[in-house]
Every structure is written in structure tokens, then in C-alpha cells.
């Protein structure tokens, strides 16, 4: 057994069976129209893989090839810089955007280090996650001098994912029978952000995890991932963590917790997680797609009747995600706040 702190030990329950097995993946989309002269038939399969797995990838994406390249080539380059230069962008408790290399999930650290930025700078969130305190404060991207283009490449990326993450919202909307422009008015002054992912090798994989199990806050997450492998998605069938394989040139998709609420459980935000491996290291980069700070999340209206009634109680997503943020700088006492605490019984 290699030198691990004891911050990143999972408990026995959680953590990564190392065997590798071939078992029925997450479906592979083709967004193509041309592929498919039926928009009817795209939307049935994304809605089809949004009910069963939360998780899907998709390739003719429209995000250029050469971007995607780009921004895994700006990732490395950033993470292989020294410590000190990192440092020189790291966030804290003032400052969330930026670099971070002691993230935990679920109170355990993570063997990884991160580097965060909106998606619109500036961004304006609550300053406290206490209800009455209707104090605003103003968030704002920090950016590294290097590697030089770093910051241009970053952006580009996140223009051109964004339009995909419209795209792909209208397409979910249309499968739930809704127009399809049913969730762009909650996007206008988004909370999105998005984030480089660097897991190095890890003496201890059977130990520790890149990111321990977890469901994503936002409403909808794309991925751009290496061809490493270690992301892992729990099935819904049957419980079992099944492994994101990587495919070239494919985007990751996963529903999260506000389209779980919007859809009052009709598509479910699924657990995943990312284990690591002693040999190679990893790169992946999510985009997360979160609403406005003013958005009351609730089951939409017109997916809700008597037969059918609400399964959440509306919650506000700024106060929700100040909340939720706290325990991403140290360990609480208590578990973070979750949409299921919103839950009806
Ligand atoms: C995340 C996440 C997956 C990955 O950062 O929320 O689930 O492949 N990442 O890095
Ligand atoms: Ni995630």
C-alpha cells in the first residue's frame, strides 16, 4: 500500500472494485440530423436514455474537433505548471473561481485538482445562504498568465459548449412533450460554470477516489473526456457502477438534480464517481449548466397533476448553491444540503 493521507480514504462500502468488465454501457447518440431525417426519432432516444440511465454521449455534437483538442492540450499544459504558479490563481472562500487541489465530496478528499470559471463573469449570487439575508455579492473569473491562450482557448470552448448545452435542453424539453424553448428563460443570467479536471496517478486507487460518488446540483452537465477511462455511472437497473467508456471525439451527458425536479422524477440525476489508477494520469472537462440565482426550482406545471402532484417543494437555486458550496472547502459535521431535503413525502 502507497503513502496516502487519511483525508482520501473511502470507506469500505465506496470504494472501486479495480476489475475491469465488459458489461452494457450508457447509450452513444448521434446528434446528426442528417443521420437521422426524423427529429421525432432523436428525441425519443434522448428521452429514452435521460428515463433509464440519467447519462448518454453523443457525437456530431457541433463542438469542433480541433476545440476539443485545444482545450485537453490548455488542460495539461496548466496542470503541468509548479505549484507556485497555480497558487498564484487559487480560490478561497472569497473567491470560488480558480485553482483548488483539496476538494472533497461527501467529506472524503478527492485525488484530484481543479480549475474553475464562469461562464458569465461576472456572475451575481447571494452572499449567505440564510433565507432572510437578501444581500447580493459579485463572483468573478481569475485568470492565469499562463500558459499563454489559456484564457482565450477556455472561453471559446465554453461559447461553443454552450450552444450544444441549449441545444441539447430543447431536445430533453421536446422528449418531456414540452416546447422546446420551455427551460431557455431560466439560463438568462446562468450560474454556469465550468471546470478542468486533473487526476494524477494514485498509489492507492483501491483507496482513494478522483471524485467520490456523487449527483450533480445543476440541471444539465457535458463532459469532454481523455482516453483514460474512470468515470463511472451507477446503473439504474441494478446498482452497479458501470464505466463512462471513453469514445473519440464524444461528449458525456448527464441529467442533474433540477431536471430531476423540473420533470417531477420523470428523468432521475444519477450517482457517479471517478476512480483513478496508479499508472496514468487523467484529464476530464464538465460543463455545468446551472439556472439563474433568482429560478425557483419546482416540478413544472404541466407535468404535474392530481394524479401526478408535485414531488418537490420549490427551493431558490442561489441560496441552494452558496449552501451547497460550503462543503467543498472543508470537511462539515453534517451532510450538505440536497434536493431531496425539498423532497415531498
Ligand atoms: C464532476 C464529475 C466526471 C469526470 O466533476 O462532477 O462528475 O469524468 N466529473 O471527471
Ligand atoms: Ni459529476
Not at 454521449?57 to 476545440?67: C, D, K, M, S, W
Not at 485545444?70 to 495539461?76: D, E, H, L, N
Not at 468573478?140 to 482557448?153: I, K, T
Not at 486507487?205 to 456523487?214: D, F, I, K, Q, W
Amino acid at each position: 500500500m502507497g503513502e496516502v493521507d487519511q483525508a482520501f480514504i473511502q470507506s469500505i462500502q465506496h470504494r472501486a472494485n479495480l476489475d475491469t468488465i465488459e458489461i452494457e454501457g450508457i447509450p452513444l447518440i448521434n446528434l446528426s440530423l442528417s443521420h437521422t431525417t426524423d427529429i421525432n426519432l432523436l428525441v425519443s432516444e434522448i428521452g429514452n436514455a435521460c428515463k433509464n440511465w440519467g447519462f448518454f454521449q453523443v457525437i456530431n455534437h457541433g463542438v469542433p474537433l480541433e476545440l476539443l483538442e485545444k482545450i485537453k492540450v490548455a488542460a495539461k499544459a496548466f496542470f503541468d505548471q509548479p505549484m507556485e504558479e497555480k497558487r498564484k490563481v487559487k480560490r478561497d472562500e472569497v473567491n470560488p473561481m480558480g485553482y483548488y487541489e483539496s476538494e472533497h465530496t461527501k467529506n472524503v478528499r478527492d485525488w484530484k485538482e481543479v480549475f474553475d470559471f464562469l461562464i458569465k463573469d461576472p456572475t451575481f449570487l447571494p452572499a449567505s445562504p440564510e433565507l432572510e439575508d437578501d444581500e447580493m455579492r459579485t463572483l468573478s473569473n481569475q485568470w492565469p498568465e499562463n500558459p499563454p491562450q489559456f484564457r482565450e482557448v477556455c472561453q471559446e470552448y465554453a461559447r461553443e459548449v454552450e450552444k450544444l448545452g441549449y441545444k441539447l435542453l430543447e431536445l430533453i424539453a421536446l422528449s418531456l412533450g414540452l416546447p422546446s424553448n420551455r427551460f431557455n428563460g431560466y439560463f438568462e443570467d446562468q450560474l454556469s460554470r465550468m471546470r478542468l479536471n486533473h487526476y494524477p496517478p494514485c498509489p492507492c486507487p483501491e483507496l482513494a477516489l478522483g471524485v467520490g460518488r456523487h449527483k450533480d446540483a445543476g440541471a444539465l452537465t457535458i463532459v469532454a473526456q481523455d482516453d483514460v477511462g474512470g468515470l463511472q455511472v451507477k446503473r439504474k437497473s441494478d446498482g452497479v457502477w458501470v464505466p463512462v467508456k471513453p469514445t473519440p471525439n464524444a461528449l458525456v451527458i448527464n441529467v442533474g438534480d433540477i431536471i430531476q425536479v423540473w420533470s417531477n422524477e420523470a428523468y432521475e440525476s444519477v450517482e457517479h464517481r471517478v476512480v483513478v489508477n496508479s499508472e496514468r494520469e487523467r484529464f476530464s472537462i464538465p460543463i455545468f449548466f446551472f439556472p439563474s440565482h433568482y429560478v425557483m426550482v419546482k416540478p413544472l406545471e404541466e407535468l404535474v397533476n392530481e394524479g401526478n402532484p408535485p414531488k418537490y417543494k420549490p427551493y431558490n437555486f442561489g441560496k441552494f448553491n452558496v449552501a451547497r458550496n460550503r462543503s467543498n472547502y472543508k470537511k462539515l459535521e453534517v451532510q450538505n444540503i440536497q434536493i431531496s431535503d425539498f423532497k415531498i413525502i
